[in-house]
């Protein structure tokens, strides 16, 4: 602890938007501050919402350095994101929201808890920072790892704006040159 008002695990804390979420892991500060921006922007009922988050050590796990995992509450969106992503050689993969790990964010104290079980942790992570979006917007999410571990034509080894090229074409094509 920095201080004697820092958070600990087992303290609850009020979100932006009224939810109260459990704290169960100190180390998962990064999606509280995220949900509570998401809570923000959502509330400009805007035409889209992207977020790009070195989130969970899972997806790195799980993609590696190479290809970005995203979510999206809309299908049609993430169809389109892996076709441009195909087609520009930036690979792009859709993970699921699958609402039945919500069940591992459930606390007995508050309306959530910042982290669910081990398994999924990408996916329960994204369910987490989804409680957010209200109203609901279309959103895309990347858990990104944000670096190249070995250089490639276009790529130099080092930092990386994972998925940013997909994003480019995508709002190109949607919102025009």
Same mark, same amino acid.
């Given at each position: 602890?920095?201080?004697? @008002?820092?958070?600990?695990?087992?303290?609850?804390?009020?979100?932006?938007?009224?939810?109260?979420?459990? /704290?169960?892991?100190?180390?998962?500060?990064? *999606?509280?501050?995220? %949900?509570? &921006?998401?809570?923000?922007?959502?509330?400009?009922?805007?035409?889209?919402?992207?977020?790009?988050?070195?989130?969970?050590? %899972?997806?790195?796990?799980?993609?590696? &350095?190479?290809?970005?995992?995203?979510?999206?509450?809309?299908?049609?969106?993430?169809?389109?994101?892996?076709?441009?992503?195909?087609?520009?050689?930036? $690979?792009?993969?859709?993970?699921?929201?699958?609402? $039945?790990?919500?069940?591992?964010?459930?606390?007995? /104290?508050?309306?959530?808890? @910042?982290?669910?079980?081990?398994?999924?942790?990408?996916?329960?992570?994204?369910?987490?920072?989804?409680?957010?979006?209200? $109203?609901?917007?279309?959103?895309?999410?990347?858990?990104?790892?944000?670096?190249?571990?070995?250089?490639?034509?276009? *790529? $130099?080894?080092?930092?990386? &704006?994972?998925?940013?090229? =997909? =994003?480019?074409?995508?709002?190109?094509?949607?919102?025009?040159?």
């Amino acid at each position: 602890m920095l201080s004697g @008002n820092a958070y600990r695990p087992g303290d609850v804390i009020r979100m932006r938007d009224g939810q109260t979420v459990e /704290v169960t892991s100190t180390d998962a500060e990064g *999606r509280l501050i995220l %949900a509570d &921006a998401l809570v923000e922007a959502a509330s400009e009922k805007p035409d889209l919402l992207i977020d790009f988050a070195s989130l969970t050590g %899972a997806a790195r796990d799980a993609f590696g &350095a190479e290809i970005t995992p995203f979510f999206s509450n809309e299908d049609e969106l993430a169809q389109e994101l892996l076709k441009i992503g195909k087609a520009i050689d930036d $690979p792009v993969w859709e993970m699921p929201l699958h609402r $039945p790990y919500l069940e591992s964010l459930k606390s007995k /104290v508050a309306d959530w808890m @910042n982290v669910g079980s081990r398994q999924g942790g990408a996916i329960t992570a994204a369910l987490f920072l989804a409680l957010f979006i209200k $109203p609901v917007v279309p959103w895309i999410h990347f858990d990104m790892i944000g670096f190249n571990l070995r250089a490639r034509p276009g *790529r $130099p080894e080092g930092g990386e &704006a994972m998925g940013l090229r =997909v =994003v480019f074409e995508y709002l190109k094509e949607r919102f025009g040159a």
